[in-house]
């Protein structure tokens, strides 16, 4: 079983950092691999949060920087020169974190399942890596932690096009009942179905593969593979054969992603944070406490299991679904 560590005083988080070894990263470069939120978003990990993480990282003399990579769609965050001025905007300098900030938008393809998944040149470059998650719902997955951190951001914008591409459904005709079920779950309205009509808005259509999920007619297949299951596919690509040292924040969970300006409403109370080495392990923890306090939050909020990845994950040797969970 796979050891994952909760706490709710970020006094602990130095004792809970040494449970996986921290003293290894020692005189590394590391990528601290963080969402910095999207424009008008509220709830994504603050500086001050990341600052405390990036103090105790210097205490073991790792030589920590804040990572990510650029988006498919329209805004700031789709080019490197336009994240950097939002991770200003939002706080993340050397002058407020105590560390450099990094961009990428070019990838090194690595294959996973016999896909290949072009994964950011500074994850393919660095041995040892450190993810800080902020756990929140979201409308393609049900929820997004330490698995999408790496599964979408760790990847270019390219792979993340080609990712939901494959999610987007394919119509069988013959097997539709035109229940509407896929138009009622379908989050950016891509859908109508009428009596004997079916019809897919394409330009609307996010690839998140909700619709192909709901069909309980089998009238609806994936481009290529399950959304969840290439997101896992991604994730393994960026951390295989890595060190890697997860912090997942179980605060101001909302209903939706940290890249969406509209993710009201806060769907649970917060949690605390979990440290763990394996990221399926952490996310299973993730998922486990917050429905202990709000059931199936996720799915009610987003009509999808979140549980999907973290199957997905464990099938592909991405990590364990079991785990030990110690408090301190």
Same mark, same amino acid.
């Given at each position: ?43 994504? @990990?603050?500086? &001050? ?25 329209? #805004? ?18 050397? #002058? ?15 294959? $996973? ?67 509407? $079920? ?26 998140? #593969? $909700? ?14 593979? &399950? ?11 960026? $951390? ?13 969970? @909302? ?8 993710? &009201? ?22 998922? &486990? ?40």
């Amino acid at each position: 079983m796979k050891k994952v560590i909760f706490f709710s005083d970020l006094e602990k988080l130095h004792e809970a950092l040494k449970s996986f070894n921290i003293q290894t990263f020692a005189g590394k470069k590391v990528p601290v691999k963080l969402h910095m939120g999207e424009i008008k978003n509220k709830y994504y @990990s603050k500086p &001050d949060f990341v600052k405390l993480v990036i103090d105790e990282l210097k205490k073991d003399n790792v030589d920590p920087y804040l990572f990510d990579t650029t988006v498919a769609y329209p #805004g700031l965050r789709h080019s490197k020169s336009g994240y950097h001025k939002l991770a200003k905007m939002h706080g993340f300098t050397l #002058g407020k974190v105590g560390c450099n900030v990094a961009i990428d938008d070019k990838g090194i393809p690595i294959t $996973v399942e016999n896909r290949d998944y072009e994964v950011a040149e500074h994850l393919v470059e660095s041995t040892h890596i450190f993810a800080i998650s902020h756990v929140k719902g979201h409308v393609a997955t049900g929820m997004g932690g330490a698995i999408k951190n790496f599964g979408m951001g760790g990847v270019t914008k390219e792979t993340k096009i080609k990712m939901h591409h494959g999610s987007k459904p394919m119509y069988q005709k013959d097997a539709c009942t035109y229940c509407g $079920v896929c138009a009622e779950v379908c989050p950016f309205n891509a859908l109508k179905v009428k009596e004997n009509f079916w019809k897919l808005n394409t330009g609307s259509c996010f690839g998140c #593969g $909700v619709c192909v999920d709901a069909c309980k007619d089998n009238a609806l297949t994936y481009t290529d593979a &399950d959304f969840q299951y290439v997101l896992a596919c991604a994730a393994k690509a960026c $951390v295989q054969d890595k060190n890697v040292i997860y912090l997942n924040e179980l605060k101001r969970i @909302s209903r939706s992603c940290d890249c969406d300006p509209f993710a &009201d409403p806060i769907i649970c109370p917060d949690i605390g944070y979990l440290v763990s080495d394996d990221p399926v392990a952490i996310d299973k923890a993730s998922l &486990d406490l917050i429905h202990d306090v709000k059931e199936n939050v996720f799915e009610k909020e987003n009509k999808v299991s979140p549980f999907k990845q973290i199957t997905y994950g464990e099938d592909i040797g991405l990590g364990s679904s079991s785990y030990a969970l110690i408090e301190l």
